[in-house]
């Protein structure tokens, strides 16, 4: 009889609850709604707040547009302007730039040099000039330097390469060049 008794025990439990109005289901269907758009919105956020650090932390840093010209004459300069890496860029007291820059020579030595760009403001006409233009110790000559200022309208219209130069590791384990690419030789290139 016992388990009658706990039967009905619970029976009368039940029909003591009051039962919701449709009012009340409604109340809380709106409130569960609620909470999962909550839920959704705050999930959405996060997302977009750690897409937004790793976009931030893979994008490139922009450098000025002195750089972009001075990295341009470079890359005019250089015999083989394929293989410049810009390791490093100083701006100097006198107001000069200096970059240090590693690039294959025409003997297929890899070498690395400096190369200073100075700029100045023409008063005639308002436009930044170079001023001075040296590959290592040597200077530009002054009839190519005024070649090279008459073009800075182009430069200027056209894209420039503005990135930050990233810097070569400090240790020479984790310096990795190329060595091999000129000392493969391939047999079927050779012809009897």
Same mark, same amino acid.
């Given at each position: 009889?016992d388990?009658k ?9 039940e ?11 409604? &109340?809380?269907?709106k409130?569960?709604?609620?909470k999962?758009?909550? &839920? ?15 976009? *931030?932390?893979f ?6 547009a ?22 490093e ?7 000069s ?9 025409? *003997? ?9 760009? &100075? *700029? ?5 006409? =308002? ?5 001075e233009?040296?590959? =290592?110790?040597?200077?530009m ?31 020479i384990?984790?310096?990795k ?6 000392r ?9």
């Amino acid at each position: 009889m016992d388990e009658k008794e706990e039967i009905s025990k619970e029976a009368t439990i039940e029909d003591q609850k009051p039962k919701q109005t449709l009012a009340e289901k409604l &109340k809380e269907q709106k409130k569960a709604a609620r909470k999962k758009a909550i &839920k959704r919105s705050l999930l959405y956020g996060f997302l977009a707040l750690f897409a937004y650090i790793v976009w *931030f932390l893979f994008k490139p840093f922009k450098a000025s547009a002195e750089y972009g010209i001075c990295r341009s004459v470079l890359e005019l300069t250089v015999p083989y302007p394929s293989s410049i890496h810009v390791s490093e860029l100083k701006n100097k007291r006198d107001g000069s730039m200096l970059l240090w820059y590693t690039h294959t020579d025409a *003997f297929g030595e890899y070498r690395m040099e400096n190369f200073i760009c &100075k *700029f100045r403001v023409n008063q005639k006409t =308002g436009i930044t000039e170079l001023a001075e233009v040296k590959m =290592g110790k040597v200077a530009m000559d002054p009839q190519r330097l005024a070649f090279l200022n008459n073009a800075m309208i182009y430069f200027a219209e056209n894209p420039l390469i503005l990135t930050w130069p990233t810097a070569l590791p400090d240790s020479i384990g984790d310096l990795k060049l190329e060595t091999d690419k000129f000392r493969k030789v391939n047999l079927s290139d050779i012809k009897k």
